[in-house]
């Protein structure tokens, strides 16, 4: 089971607007909690001890939320606020901090209920070292709570993922979960980008899976999508 978790928390939140003019996105309450704790709870139900958090927007906020809010993980902050990395950017950065063994990625606007199996330690027990670069946790289309998309991948028997065709439908979304190797970002670009430049190449190398969530998952990147992630909760 991975020990280490990194939580990506720099994002400007522009979707989120206007609650994210006074407030971090992570910081935005769902159920009477912030989404960043809702992602804390998960990593402490599947174990994991040591977590990184990036920050950049209202980083200041952020920082003293995670010292009162996780005073019992051990946590590191990996500090953007200089330049806004995006997705894999921000990892890259954070690379240190992580060490050389498989880590969670986790976005912080996402939020799931488990199934019948920890959704963390189902990524953990599906993960094969030898062939994996990438494992993405994702969602049916048709159970994407609050998701706007089209779909993001297909994906085989095997769990090998593929893109979504032009004009085509993918029967699966990302959920903002995966476990990765450290070789994921191996010759990395330098600077702010996007791990779907890495995923890519997984992709292409056979090296990128997938592990369908089997609880419930909502999409909180829009005001809109708050009381449907709320009504999610309740459920689950």
Request: aromatic fraction near 6%.
């Amino acid at each position: 089971m991975p020990d280490i978790a990194m939580l990506l928390a720099a994002g400007l939140g522009k979707r989120m607007r206007p609650l994210t003019a006074t407030r971090p996105k992570p910081l935005i309450e769902v159920g009477g909690k912030a989404l960043l704790d809702h992602a804390l709870d998960r990593v402490r139900a599947a174990g994991v001890k040591r977590v990184v958090v990036n920050v950049h927007y209202l980083a200041d906020a952020l920082e003293a939320h995670v010292r009162r809010h996780a005073a019992d993980l051990d946590v590191t902050i990996s500090d953007e606020r200089a330049t806004l990395l995006e997705t894999g950017g921000g990892v890259v950065h954070a690379l240190p901090l992580l060490g050389d063994k498989p880590f969670f990625v986790i976005n912080s606007d996402n939020l799931w209920v488990d199934g019948p199996i920890d959704t963390l330690r189902l990524l953990a027990h599906r993960w094969n070292d030898e062939r994996m670069d990438a494992l993405l946790l994702v969602v049916p289309l048709a159970r994407a709570t609050a998701h706007g998309g089209q779909g993001d991948f297909h994906m085989d028997a095997a769990g090998r993922l593929r893109r979504r065709e032009p004009r085509r439908i993918a029967p699966f979304v990302y959920t903002g979960v995966q476990l990765v190797s450290p070789r994921l970002f191996a010759d990395a670009p330098e600077g702010p980008f996007s791990t779907n430049i890495l995923w890519d190449r997984a992709i292409e190398q056979g090296r990128a899976f997938g592990v369908v969530h089997q609880g419930l998952w909502c999409d909180v990147g829009t005001p809109a999508a708050i009381p449907l992630a709320e009504e999610l909760l309740k459920g689950g």
